[in-house]
Structure formats: structure tokens, C-alpha cells
């Protein structure tokens, strides 16, 4: 109890020590430095599709922006958050407390994702989320501070889920991961299934990382859905893949869709197992002759093709630092009130643009994969079946419960 | 919940499926529990070594040896995987373990955990997380069996097969064969057992390393089915543990039989309510101990 | 121990938020309390429990729901937290111990993979993303925690820092009697030679329970600590890597010394703070920490120095 009676005292004199102090001058550059955190999975499940890659893309980023904004240097640092929510806000408050961190970007996974950027909304500084799916974060979670870059759950499951339907994948079986983002990405695509007029008559929820899919597949085989889903993520999906081709499934009348599919996880998968597979994505490397030019630099540093992730990284770090020149500070509500009202538009971001409720809107892709014998390379994995426009792939904001958003 | 006899049969033969690589596992920790009285922390990462010296023998070891169209085929592999995890497991028992036999078992336990993480950390550190496709599967085995009440893929039968037999074999020696009983005497009266002329400390290294064979061995088997990943192991060691927690360690014959078991009805749970298939081991476990705490097989110790 | 020693590291807690980052020194606090509670086990009853997150993370969950959603004041979220610890213990303690040495062992991390499943499936929790935003709330309804008092430039938060150092002092001190009563030569007395405790007429089976449940309900609340700094309960709490780390803090600073699991803790903390940029490499430096300790460092700095020293620390 001591310490205790000693805090207030304490807290008592200090608070009478500091009251005299005024407001320090206005700075255009806060402590003459712009300083980019990349917090993102380095070690773990998520680290091929993020990871160091994506502290690539920012760097790419600062260097082609000349390395100085308003004259004042800009700092990249990276950490680790190893897919632990505790870890990734410990670092971040750090960072904001200590390094004075201005924007943080990457932010794989949504656990991680939500503490960081609530902590962003407390101490009023940017998050630029690249990495997770979850549509909490421009909802509920939402902030002033907080804009979610790439995709999400809701996209991913609206292209996917319509374009199925629209080509003849009327009944559904979805074989989901027992937890949040996977039931969300269920949800999202049974949605658009049933508003199109194809139903879903079954779904069987696994438990996260899972080894053996054999039970599950035989489940929905039995369904006799048309379309068997798959509602989850990395390992996961690559398991179920994999298995359903063993035993015969997703050959004869039955179709196979993964609904949250990367590039590195065609790559594990090899395109004799993955051939025909359809899903969404937010980015291809080999889509037109500026996203080839931006990833064959990439690859040069990385040793690999940027994924939606690490590509969009880069296109955030850009436009973050454009928005600082437009605004002449690095004020936090400056800066984001020039990225809402800006055009987004690179390589990465076709017809982009930053809502009220932090959602960056831009055109999506329903991908394909490749036949083996069409695949004229290593990366060469996937084509562009379709593009759909971002009001078209995105939440609109009339459903949205983000409280910025006005009803 | 109704279920028809064809549903019942099919869920019977995925169940055996994982149920073999539970009895592989366990069988391996028995072993070397028996004789050792070390808990194998590192079982299950050198369960994944053992996928990945399949994994890596088909895709790197030729361009390695300078002849890029040299593979170490499927069978060459479920050779050469258990005699590099066993040489490693030698290696692990002479430098490490030996060291540790007269204090405390609980610090085999703790020794093989650290060794888990740092193999489990290098590979994590060189190999894609979400895991790699082994493409060796050979032709023979390709393509489903049709079983009359289900099309079964024609390499789960052969894992089925193949581990059973190596179950039972190693139940064989150590039960009935005479270098089973200096084995088993050994875990009793080491002194007697040099009396006979054996060497114990030999004998000991060289259980040591055919117990973490068998991990590599169903590692190799695990690699056409599952993708190949640093983590694959440190999934499966936790519900071994528990499997082994059932059955009782002392017995050999226990842990087969606990393995199967209980991978059949974790396959029956993902039917009837598939979130809990992860955790219906634990609470078995939680039974067995109220009811018999020494496991289904084991002796009051 | 001698008493200026005391006095001085209670100096030294008192004046570290002004010398370091007093979130991470808050970091440190916790899991110095949470593997002296382990130590309590390991190191004065010989019971390695392999499982200690189900107690950590529970105490964590439960405390962030009850300040979250249930609106309670600090105190008493944490000290619901620290109950439902001692009651989860209670529940597994009474299952494993009536199994021994490498089975206690192995029951205590099977046990706890079902409170991780409850963690991932009970509605409150979160799920994969955990119970986030947790308020700090008002102390006894007057000292708002999350005042941050400015020093110099830099705001420090220090009516939470000195929160969490009273209840890391409290949790410390029971401790420290509980080992240095009648009580506690009754453990060590099990811990050295069971049998013979038994033939002096000890019921080991009630002494054993009652140091568990001790032991999980003081985890408890270096976990519920934990949840109102970082203000997050998440599925890392409960995890069998957490059971597993803080086995190395107590082993690496000494088992069954006074000091040493903190010391433990505050190195192999600060380890995984300043190696966020290795990597993967960091679970190998972990765990070559550990062979190294076991192979031929089994007493601990701690235990080492105190060797040197000739007295028990």
C-alpha cells in the first residue's frame, strides 16, 4: 500500500510541476522526422504472403519517393509481431510512446490488427492496414486514424460468392475454420449466394490449424452441394486442396472455391493440384506492364513476387508521403483528411479512393489458376478472369455500422 | 443423428487413418520412455524432419549433388529418413541425454522441448510456413480404391497397412523375442543385464534412436497426404502426449491400441459436432484419469 | 535475506518508470510474479506443471470480461480474475496430482489445451482475436489508470506503474512467507523424499493441492495484471508456448531460489523484446537457452551465485 500512497503523491507534485508548461510551437514535421513502422507477421503462418516482403514494398516505396519529405528524412523500421495481439500492441505503444512512430502499415492478422489500430485511434496516429481481411476494422473497430488498404472479408466473399453463382454454382456446402474470420467469410458469401438465388444446404466447422480434411471433404461430398467452399486460410485450405483431389473430390460435378487464397499458397500447392481454381484478390503482379515493372524491381531485392500484401504496402507508404506534401505537415488529422479527399492511383490502386470509414475502395480481380501447361514460368500461376469495380466489391457504405458514417 | 452404415465405414477407415500416426508416435515415445524414462519433447519435430528429409530428398539433393534430375524416391526414403532422424537421434542421446540420466527425468523433458524449438525455429526459418507439396507420391499408389462403401484413396490404405505391420513387428521384438527381454530387463536391473555381456549404454543409444526412427518414419508416410510444414509436428506432439497419457506409458501394446482408438473417435466427433475434434482427446483424458488414473493399460506405478 | 537488499530492490521498482519504459518495466512485473508463482511449484513442491497459461490467461479473460463487459472497477476485476485462477487449479490441480513427476507433467498440458479451446469458443472471449479494448478504469472508483503524469517531455503512466508494483510487492511477499513458514518445509520436505513425508503422517496429496492452487491463483493475477496494461486478453496468454516459457524464466534464473525466477523473467523478457527483428531465430536462441541451462547450468545465474556466495537468495 505504501507505493500506492506514494504514487498519488507523486503524481500530485509532478502534476503541479508540469501545469506550467504551454503548447510547443507547431512543427510542419514532427520531431523533424517521418517515421514508418512495417509491424506485420515476420516468423510465423503469415510471414511468406507478409512478412520481410512487406518492409520491402515501404522501402521501395521511400526510396522512389526520394528518401525526404518537406525536406525532413523518412525513417523505415520493422518488427516482428509473431501473430500475438499482446506482442504486436506492447510493440506499438512503444513505438508511438518512444519512437515516435507516425503511421504503422502491415498488420497481418486481424487479433493483431485491432489492438494496434485502437491504440492508433487513443494516442491519434495512422494505420494503414495492408495485411488482415476483417471488416471489423472499418466498423466497429473503426478510427479517424484507421485505413484498411487492401481487402476484406466482405470483398473477397461478394466476388467470389456472385461470380460462382452467376456461372452456374447454385448450392453450396462451406467448409469454414471455427473462428471469427472464417465464419465471417462464410457469412459474407452465403449472403451473396442466397441474393442471387443459389442456396447453401450445409457447412461443417474445423478447428484452425487442422491436418486432416479427409472427414470434411466426405461431408460435403455426401451434400451433393455443386460448390464446396472454403471458408478459411494458409495451411488450412492448402490441406484441404490437397486432400480433396486425393480422394477424387472437386473432379466430377462437384467444384472446389477457396475464398481466401494468396499467390504464395498456389506456389505451395503447385498448379497441377490447384488448376481451375477460382478466387479474389486484390492484386496480380502480372496484370499490366506497370505491375510488372514494379514486381520484377521487387522481386530483384525479394527473391519473389510481391503478393496483394506487399504491393500494397508500397502503394500505401507512397501516397501517405504524398498526402504529407500536399498537406506541408505530418499532422496526423491533416494528413488524413488530404488521403480521404486525394485520388488514389498507381499500379497497385486502380480507380482507388479512401472512404469516411477508412475502407480504401479500388478494383478487385477474380483470379484463375492456371493449367500446368499453360504456366510459362515459375510465378506464372494465375489469370484474370474478371475485373470488378471497388463500389461494386466493397461493403457499401448504406450497410456499414461505422460511426463516422452517417445514416 | 442418424447415421448410415456407409457413413459409419468411412468415418471407421479415416479414423484408422489418423489413428495410425497417433499409434506410430506414441509407440515411439513408449519405446523410448521404457527404457530412457525420458518424455520425448522433440518426437514431433523430428516426426517433421522426417517429412522433410522425403521432401528435400526428392527436390534438392540432386541439383545438390550436381545431377538435377536425381530424386530420392518414396521408398528410398522411408529408409533413409528413419536412419538420418535415428543417427541424429544417436547423436542427441550420446552428446545430451547421457548426460542427464542421473538427475531429475524432468530435465529429459525440458532438454528435448529446447531441442524442439530449435529445429522447429531453423526450418521455420528456411521453409514456406503453410507448408510445401511433396510430389514423390509413386505411381502405384496413386489414384482411390473403391471399398464397396467408399472410394478410398489407394496411399491411405498402404499407410494403414505398412504402419500396422511395423506396429505390430516392434511389439513382437520387444514382447516376445529374447532382445526384447534384455531390453525390458535393462529398464529394470542394468546391472544384470551387463552381467549377460550386453552393453547397456549402447543399448540404450540405439532404442533411443530407433524410437525417433519410427518418428521419422511416419513422417515420410505423412508427406503425400498432409503438406509439409516446420510446424506439422508441434500440432500432432500435444495430442500424442495426451494418447500416451491414456493408454499408459509402461505398455507397448497400449500405446498401438490407444492410438487407434482414439484416432477413430476423433474421426466419429468430426460428424457428430466437428469444433470439438481437437479437444476430445483432452477430455477422455480427463475421464481416464478419474476413473483410472494409471491409463487403460497401465500398471499402478 | 538481508534486509537492505530488500529495501533497495523496492528503490529500485519505485524509481525504474523514470529510467525505463514504464509499460515495459509493467511487462517485466508480470511475468517476474508469474514465474515466481511457478517457482512455488517447481521449484519448493518438485511439481513441474507444463500448463501454467490455462492460469495466466484464464485469470486474463476472466478479468478482462468482468471490466469490459460486466463494468467492475480494477481491483475487482483482478481480483475475480486472481479467484477464478485459484478455482481453475483447484479443478486441475486434484486431476494431476494423481499422477506423478513426467505424467503431472504431461496431465497439466493437456488440461490446459481445454481451457485454450475455451478460450477460442466461449462467446466473451474474442475468439482468434481476443477480448481487445479492455478499459483501465478507476481504481476503487477514484484513480483513473490510464493518467498519464508528464515528466520532462515524456507522459509516464504512473498511477497504473505503481498499481502493478503494490500487487507484484503483495503477490512477491505471500510468496516469500509461504515458502519461509511451516508450510513451506512441509513442500520441500515432499519435494526431497515423498515417501518419507508420507510415513511422517503429512497428507502430501492436500499439501500438494493446496501449493497448486496458491501457485495458479498467484499466475492469476500476474495474468490479470497483465490485461489491464496491455489492455488485451488474447489466445498467447493460454497457449502451450507461454506454459512453456515460463518453465525456461524460472530454470534459466533458478529454480527453488527466491530471486531467481524474476531475475529469470526479466532476462529472457527483454531478450524477446530486443530480438523482434531476428525472427524465427528468436525460437532458436530460446531454445538453445534452455539445452544450455539443462546440460550444464541447471541451478540458474541465481542458483549459480548463490553457490558462489555460499547463502541461499
Known sequence: ?407 | MGMSFQTVMSQVMLGLNNGVFYAILSLGLAVIFGLLNIVNFVHGALYMLGAYVALLGFTMLGPLLGRPDFHLNYWAALIVAPLVVGALGVLIEKTMLRRLRKFDHLYGLLLTFGLALIIQGVFTNYFNVSGDAYDGKPEVLSGVVDLGFMLFPKYRVWVIGISLVVCFSTWFVIERTKLGSYLRAGTENPELVKAFGINVPLMITLTYGFGVGLAAFAGVLAAPIYSVSPVMGSEMIITVFAVVVIGGMGSIMGSILTGLLLGMVEGFTKVVYAPASGTVIFLIMVIVLLVKPAGLFGKEA | MNRYVWLALVALGLLAPFAVYPVFMMKLLCFALFAAAFNLLLGYTGLLSFGHAAFFGGAAYVTGHLVKNLGLTPELGILGGTLFAGLLGYLVGSLAIRRQGIYFAMVTLALAQIVYFLALKLPFTGGEDGLQGIPRGLLFGLIDLNRHVTVGSTPLPLSLYYFTFALFCLGFWVIYRAIHSPFGQVLKAIRENEPRARSLGYKVERFKLIAFVLSSALAGMAGAMKCLIFQLASLTDVSWHTSGEVVLMTLLGGVGTVLGPSAGAFTVVTLQSQLTMVGPWITVIIGGIFVVCVLVFRRGFVGELGRLLRRSL
Request: hydrophobic share 40%; proline share 2%; net charge neutral.
Open chain 1, 1 to 407: 500500500m505504501k507505493s500506492l500512497y506514494s504514487s498519488a503523491a507523486l503524481s500530485a507534485s509532478l502534476l503541479l510541476a508540469t501545469a506550467g508548461f504551454a503548447a510547443p510551437p507547431k512543427e510542419t514535421i514532427s520531431d523533424g522526422v517521418v517515421k514508418i513502422g512495417v509491424l506485420t507477421d515476420m516468423s510465423g503462418v503469415y510471414s511468406t504472403l507478409g512478412g520481410k516482403g512487406t518492409q520491402v514494398g515501404v522501402e521501395m516505396a521511400v526510396k522512389d519517393f526520394g528518401g525526404k519529405v518537406l525536406g525532413k528524412p523518412i525513417v523505415v523500421i520493422g518488427a516482428d509481431h509473431q501473430n500475438k495481439a499482446d506482442i504486436a500492441s506492447a510493440k506499438a505503444r512503444e513505438w508511438f510512446d518512444n519512437e515516435k512512430v507516425d503511421m504503422i502499415t502491415g498488420l497481418l492478422n486481424s487479433g493483431c490488427a485491432l489492438a494496434v489500430q485502437k491504440l492508433g485511434g487513443d494516442k491519434h496516429r495512422i494505420t494503414m492496414n495492408t495485411g488482415a481481411a476483417s471488416t471489423e476494422l472499418t466498423n466497429g473497430a473503426w478510427t479517424p486514424y484507421s485505413i484498411h488498404y487492401v481487402y476484406d472479408t466482405y470483398a473477397l466473399g461478394k466476388v467470389t460468392g456472385q461470380a460462382v453463382v452467376q456461372t452456374g454454382g447454385k448450392s453450396w456446402f462451406f467448409i469454414t475454420a471455427d473462428y471469427a474470420f472464417g465464419q465471417s467469410l462464410e457469412g459474407n458469401t452465403a449472403l451473396f449466394v442466397k441474393k442471387l438465388g443459389g442456396k447453401v444446404v450445409g457447412s461443417v466447422r474445423h478447428p484452425l490449424s487442422s491436418a486432416d480434411f479427409s472427414s470434411y471433404l466426405l461431408q460435403a461430398q455426401a451434400s451433393g452441394a455443386q460448390i464446396i467452399g472454403l471458408a478459411n486460410a494458409g495451411g488450412d485450405t492448402i490441406n484441404a486442396i490437397k486432400q480433396a483431389r486425393e480422394f477424387g473430390i472437386g473432379q466430377k460435378g462437384q467444384k472446389l472455391v477457396g475464398l481466401l487464397i494468396f499467390d504464395t499458397d498456389i506456389k505451395s500447392l503447385g498448379l497441377n493440384v490447384a488448376q481451375g481454381m477460382q478466387f479474389t484478390s486484390g492484386f496480380y503482379w502480372d496484370r499490366d506492364n506497370a505491375t510488372r515493372a514494379f514486381s520484377k524491381r521487387f522481386f530483384d531485392i525479394h527473391k519473389a513476387m510481391p503478393t496483394m500484401d506487399q504491393a500494397g504496402a508500397y502503394s500505401a507508404t507512397m501516397n501517405y508521403l504524398k498526402a504529407i506534401t500536399a498537406a506541408g505537415t505530418d499532422d496526423p488529422d491533416a494528413v488524413m483528411a488530404k488521403l480521404k479527399s486525394m485520388d488514389i492511383s498507381d499500379f497497385f490502386a486502380v480507380n482507388g479512393k479512401i472512404r469516411v470509414d477508412g475502407r480504401m475502395v479500388h478494383d478487385m480481380y477474380l483470379m484463375e489458376v492456371k493449367k500446368p501447361s499453360d504456366s510459362k514460368g515459375e510465378w506464372d500461376l494465375l489469370k484474370i478472369v474478371k475485373t470488378v469495380s471497388g463500389d461494386e466489391a466493397f461493403m457499401p457504405l448504406s450497410e456499414s455500422t461505422c460511426p463516422a458514417v452517417k445514416k
